[in-house]
Nanobody
Framework: HVQLVESGGGSVPAGGSLTLTCTASGFTVEGHCVAWFRQAPGKEREGVAGIEMDGKPRYADSVLGRFTVSRDWDKNTLSLQMTDLKPEDTGTYYC??????????????????????????WGRGTQVTVS
């Protein structure tokens, strides 16, 4: 049973930092392409960061230089380290994953994280509030 569970959300002042963790079960993050998304109230979900098969992190322009996405193969987790947080970073943050074969088909067609949002597995989200 594939499951993703996010944790680490909270409320912080502007300029603060948070690290989100996505714990995977039923599959390995090593064998999947993974990503972080967020959704602010009244807005559409947007991609924040992702890691494709090449292992290269990719970021939305709005978080470049402030957020860092990484995987821990031993713990089977995906993390999002967020620094210099801004009020516009407020939202529910979700992690997502899909298998390597699906990644291969997608990236061959030119679709890459963080703009791609058709992942097959999603967590339920964790709230981040920046004031």
């Amino acid at each position: 049973h594939v499951q993703l569970v996010e944790s680490g959300g909270g409320s912080v002042p502007a300029g603060g930092s948070l690290t989100l963790t996505c714990t995977a079960s039923g599959f390995t993050v090593e064998g999947h392409c993974v990503a972080w998304f967020r959704q602010a109230p009244g807005k559409e979900r947007e991609g924040v960061a992702g890691i494709e098969m090449d292992g290269k992190p990719r970021y939305a322009d709005s978080v470049l230089g402030r957020f860092t996405v990484s995987r821990d193969w031993d713990k089977n987790t995906l993390s999002l380290q967020m620094t210099d947080l801004k009020p516009e970073d407020t939202g529910t943050y979700y992690c997502a994953a899909e298998s390597v074969p699906a990644c291969q088909r997608r990236t061959r067609s030119g679709l890459f994280a963080p703009s791609y949002d058709g992942y097959s597995s999603w967590g339920r989200g964790t709230q981040v509030t920046v004031s």
